[in-house]
């Protein structure tokens, strides 16, 4: 009779091999009490430390804008870099992007910094390596890859777990969480590793004693409809109809039950005038969270822990607030006060984009094309969709349909004059700092206006996240550049890029949380 396979054995398949790195009696911070601090650094970004050492975890710490420098942070960050990357032994990156791998935040670390990258081992191929040949372009060799589900002494009986991404997500495979135990404490942070049952199930039973902390992403961001083409008296009445289903976050809540709960990397902001609609129109707040759990959960007890940046927390003291307590029904005017603040670095990069190159557009943009049909990947396209990009301005005033279906793969067709799904409105300056690579077209629907045709399907979203992660030809960040094919001439590492400096940025760091002279 052939062998079949326990519950159990299916829910947890063998780990791999453990190999520590370091011994496993390893104290390198001894003057501290052996306990398992956690400190909120802000958005994704966070501390784990004790005797064993630091462990940094996403980091996005500077104050400075992502997704084609659309998206900033409200609350802001506090914590000067130096103060960040002091004394962190490890960094892991859950996954590839912009907000947990911000290139420019990973260029205050020391060229020896050991770094800590999922392995993908079930995904081999050019995506699944985009961090680490990032990291060697930057000059960081350090690199260790985990497997799923490989733990990783980090001494002192500390230990690092890799959660991989759910089976169900098979086109967001690059997602990781992590599980990191340590004297008595165990945390589990799976950020924006979106969960299913199964992968619940098998949480639960490789760690049957529960966690004391669960993080998880916030409410998040949508683009509808901040980043439609609509009136705003129509995208108000969108906002005021929408429901937030918050499917992951019931599934930690019901089936990972952590004895306490915390949702993070959700703060994003926008502080261009073009984009500041999007305030109110493309993200929620925390209290979105607290709701979910006082409407739904009263019965369990399971208490909510609102951190900002610099907030933190211990099993044995609990939580400690050091961030002013921010007033999210009226967050909207303290986000003006922080635009306020910043407002030399949004004026500095407006102007820095104002220099982009307009002059031969079409024929620029049909040679980009042809090199990305050359050099594109055909894989993962399980889906039939077609988008057409309309390129605005008095130097522009052309399109192009890009249309992908699992038989005839991806084409980006000049020619095609046949309705389409969706058709995308990009400024001519936003196209052009594609072009020139100052901008990726990964991103480039932060910076458009979309238009919806036909009745919203799973294909359009899906081919969506599959131009996020291909027509850039596995570059994430604007950075560093993979192929330098892809834009002849052009550095391909540059780490300034978008970046600039606020003269005396790190002082009086809570100025937008508290009462204005007069008030």
Known sequence: MPETSSPETHLCPPAPKQIPSTPVAAIRNPERPRELHFQFVTHACMKFSGRFGTLLVDPWFLNQPIANYVCWKFPRAVIPPEEVVAGVDWVYITHCHEDHFHLPSIAHFPKDQAFLLPEYDHHPGLRAQTMERTLRKMGFHNIRKLRSWESLELGDGARLTVVPAADSRYYEWENSGIVIEYAGTRIIDMNDNITDEHLCAQICARFPEGFDLGLIQAAGTSMFPGCFRMSEADKRAVV????????????????????????????????????????????????????????????????????????????????????????????????????????????????????????????????????????????????????????????????????????????????????????????????????????????????????????????????????????????????????????????????????????????????????EPGA
């Open 240 to 515: 005021a109809e929408r429901h937030v289903a918050m499917n992951d976050q019931r599934r930690m809540i019901e089936l990972i039950q952590p004895r306490a709960i915390a949702p993070v990397a959700g703060d994003f902001a926008w502080f261009a005038p073009q984009y500041a609609h999007n305030n109110w129109a493309s993200r929620g707040t925390p209290l979105l969270f607290r709701s979910l759990l006082s409407s739904d959960y009263a019965d369990m007890d399971m208490p909510l822990l609102m951190f900002h940046p610099s907030d933190t927390w211990t099993r044995e003291r609990g939580f400690e607030q050091h961030h002013p307590t921010i007033d999210w029904a009226n967050f909207l005017p303290l986000v003006d006060r922080e635009v306020a603040r910043f407002w030399p670095k949004v004026r500095a990069l407006e102007a820095w984009l104002d220099e982009v190159d307009l002059d031969n557009l079409l024929a620029r943009s049909i040679a980009h094309t042809e090199r990305v049909q050359a050099l594109i990947t055909r894989e993962h396209i399980d889906f039939t969709a077609r988008f057409r990009h309309v390129i605005e301005g008095p130097d522009a005033g052309f399109s192009f349909v890009l249309k992908a279906d699992p038989d005839s793969g991806f084409e980006i067709d000049w020619t095609d004059d046949e309705p389409v799904d969706q058709t995308l409105y990009v400024p001519q300056r936003e196209w052009a700092a594609v072009l020139e690579g100052r901008m990726l077209w990964t991103d480039i629907q932060w910076n458009g206006e979309a238009d919806q045709h036909v009745e919203f399907r799973y294909d359009i979203a899906r081919f969506w996240y599959w131009l996020e992660y291909y027509v850039a030809i596995n570059t994430k960040q604007p950075q560093v550049i993979l192929e330098p094919d892809l834009y002849p001439g052009a550095p391909t590492l540059d780490l300034s890029k978008g970046v600039f400096a606020l003269e005396g940025e790190w002082d009086n760091v809570f100025a937008a949380h508290r009462p």
